[in-house]
């Protein structure tokens, strides 16, 4: 049995989180730092970094506490090293590190992207490989073929924006604050979502590639026309997110060959109604819907932990030097697409 300490500072949450290699999760705390860029409209790195500098070390001696126990008890240390705001993800890296020295425990520089591929087989135990991921949050926006532990192929990405970037800047339209995707979600159970004509972007291409910077276009210019309600636009764009986000999953699962199951991850899988929509495209495929508990899904310090845990079965840890990476791309043999490279 191994037990991994877990670090995650790359964009606004600061979290530790300690996890047991029979994905038992001992401890877990996150810090937000909604308030301190909610005044801005979204994450202000130099916020952020100050932020995680401040946190970090006391978030991790209390989820020790938590657990019962001590720094010396762990296995190993593993910490996001990238891709995300480079000044948070310095502060996490170099936290580890020195954690890692003084203790002489492994270092486990863990990609984020990673953490977020690999926690649904934490969440699930039934979970193996292959699968097709759906990865989407305010930062990311890909569907990737999982094939194990650092075997990612990338099957489609966004050429703009990433899909709760679009609910975020669509709820800022709304007057619905920030992050705006929870608030639109709950206010378009309210609206009729055939009412407001908006664009599919993408839908029925080729390649399974995403665009939502027309449909974000496009909302706004519904709410300066003042012709539909707030309640109205908001459906009306998450039935559009959805009809893309569907179509484009579909078209990835045609092409990825077998896979065992659909996955979502990322903070926008917390949405009710992709969620549903989604279970319906596995099904239709015959295959079993996964989607982690919300609490995994968001940023967390226990996906990082768990991909420590994957990383350590096999044998592998990192030296000291290992470099903090602001781009990081889980498939570096996908091909570039024209437009795309969103923070992620
Ligand atoms: O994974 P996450 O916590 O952070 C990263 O962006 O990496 O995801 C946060 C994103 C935000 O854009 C937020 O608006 C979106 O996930 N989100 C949602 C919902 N809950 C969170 N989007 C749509 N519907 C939701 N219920
Ligand atoms: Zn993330």
Redo the contacts with the bound molecule.
């Keep these: 049995m191994r037990t991994v300490l877990g670090i995650e500072s790359?964009?606004?949450?600061t979290a530790a989180a300690i996890v047991r290699s029979d994905r038992t999760i001992l401890a877990q705390r996150i810090a937000s730092q909604d308030d301190a860029h909610r005044p801005y409209g979204g994450v202000v790195p130099e916020i952020a970094a100050r932020a995680h500098a401040e946190r970090l070390a006391p978030l991790i001696e209390a989820t020790l506490a938590d657990a019962g126990m001590t720094l010396s008890e762990v296995d190993a240390i593993a910490a996001t090293a990238g891709p995300g705001l480079i000044g948070g993800v310095m502060v996490g890296l170099v936290t580890a590190k020195a954690l890692a020295m003084a203790t002489d425990k492994p270092l486990i520089a863990i990609n984020?992207l990673e953490g977020?591929a690999l926690s649904p087989r934490l969440a699930d135990a039934a979970l193996g490989y292959p699968y097709l991921l759906l990865l989407?949050?305010?930062?990311?926006c890909q569907i990737l073929l999982v094939e194990g532990v650092g075997r990612f192929r990338r099957l489609a990405t966004t050429i703009d924006d990433?899909?709760?970037?679009a609910?975020?800047k669509s709820?800022k339209v709304l007057g619905l604050g920030?992050?705006?995707?929870?608030a639109?979600?709950?206010l378009a159970r309210e609206g009729d979502p055939r009412k407001v004509r908006l664009p599919r972007p993408l839908k029925g291409s080729e390649e399974p590639h995403f665009s939502f910077a027309g449909l974000k276009s496009a909302v706004l210019r519904a709410k300066q026309a003042g012709d539909h309600s707030d309640a109205d636009i908001a459906a009306s764009f998450?039935q559009a997110?959805v009809d893309c986000l569907i179509d484009r999953t579909a078209r990835a699962l045609a092409r990825c060959g077998p896979v065992e199951a659909l996955v979502v991850?990322?903070?926008?899988?917390?949405?009710?109604?992709?969620r549903a929509a989604l279970e319906v495209l596995a099904a239709t495929h015959g295959l079993r819907f996964v989607a982690p508990p919300?609490a995994l899904?968001?940023?967390?310090a226990a996906m990082i932990a768990w991909a420590g845990i994957e990383r350590l079965e096999l044998g592998q840890s990192d030296s000291l030097d290992v470099a903090a990476r602001p781009r990081w791309p889980l498939d570096p043999e996908a091909e570039a697409v024209r437009g795309a490279g969103v923070?992620?």
């Design positions: 790359s964009c606004d949450e984020h977020h989407v949050s305010g930062g990311h990433a899909l709760g970037e609910f975020d709820a920030y992050p705006g995707g929870p639109l979600e709950r998450q997110a991850a990322g903070g926008v899988a917390a949405n009710g109604v992709i919300l899904c968001t940023d967390n923070k992620a």
